[in-house]
């Protein structure tokens, strides 16, 4: 039997307000050690994942974009080659619209729609929205496969979406913005693609986990053997109901690291540590409580 992990970044491995990991840190570095697959699957921009990776000292397959893009490192644990396109150093498989194409629609559509996308910002704009350095704005302006958004008459989704839909495009909402993405393209349809590939690698049974803690992290949870919503500080549960759905007892990376550990098994053997308490809430059924938990703004 083997583990595989998927991870939201933004408040579930990053916390919300500052994007630390550092009460993750201890379980990175034994996944690391034991060679479990943490594979991250963010909104994000593969720009903005390599610096994470590499803030984290890891070197792991990705899914970018909401799903738009996934990347195998080339060679990667016995991995020699995958369908879609070498690009140094990865194996990128595109399921998500060109950015291009995205950026025309948003064009044309902002005549009459009061809406602003990524690509109509400065970097410093973006800087403040996402409360980023600047030069991690400048990665999450390098967009392949999807475009964040500020919809400024909230009334007038329900009509953006229909036109969204006229194109090949779905809205998704993430922690801070709206999302153009493919229809049809979400991190489930990417972490079942994932697991796939490592399923014909291993040839045996794989375990998955899944964290996230907003609406666009529901199909990868729906996708995984064990889901798990990270709560946000000051906002709602996430409005689904998803079977064997896990909520941790504790935001951010710190809510990250006790969930993992408690599914892993790993729960009191750091440093000789009293062992936790159950990370997670259940209802009666013995199914996570996703009713009036919450979610980030």
Known sequence: MK??????????????????????????ERIRREGIPLVIASSKTRAEVEAIQDDMGLRMPFIV????????????RGIPYLPGSAREPYFAVRLGMP?????????RTRQWIPLRGFGDMAVEEVARLTDLPLERARLAMEREFSEPFLLEDGERLSELTALA??????????????HFIRRGQDKGRAARFVKTIFGRQWNEPIL???????????????????PVQIPSPGGK??????????VADAPGSLGWRRAVEGILGWTGERNGEVPMAEPFDRDESGRGNDGDRKEKS
Do not use: K
């Open 3 to 28: 583990w595989l992990l998927f991870s939201d970044l933004d408040g579930t491995l990053l916390n919300h307000e500052d994007y630390s990991f550092e009460d993750a840190r201890p379980v990175l």
């Open 65 to 76: 974009e909401n799903g738009g893009g996934i990347y195998f490192p080339r060679g990667w």
């Open 99 to 107: 950015y291009g194409e995205i950026r025309e629609f948003v064009a």
């Open 165 to 178: 839909e006229e194109v090949g495009l779905s809205v998704t909402r993430g922690g801070r913005f709206f």
């Open 237 to 246: 549960g996430l409005q689904c109901r998803i079977p064997r759905l896990m």
């Open 208 to 226: 998955t986990v899944g964290l996230g803690d907003g609406p666009n992290d529901i199909p990868l949870l729906m996708a995984v053997d064990y």
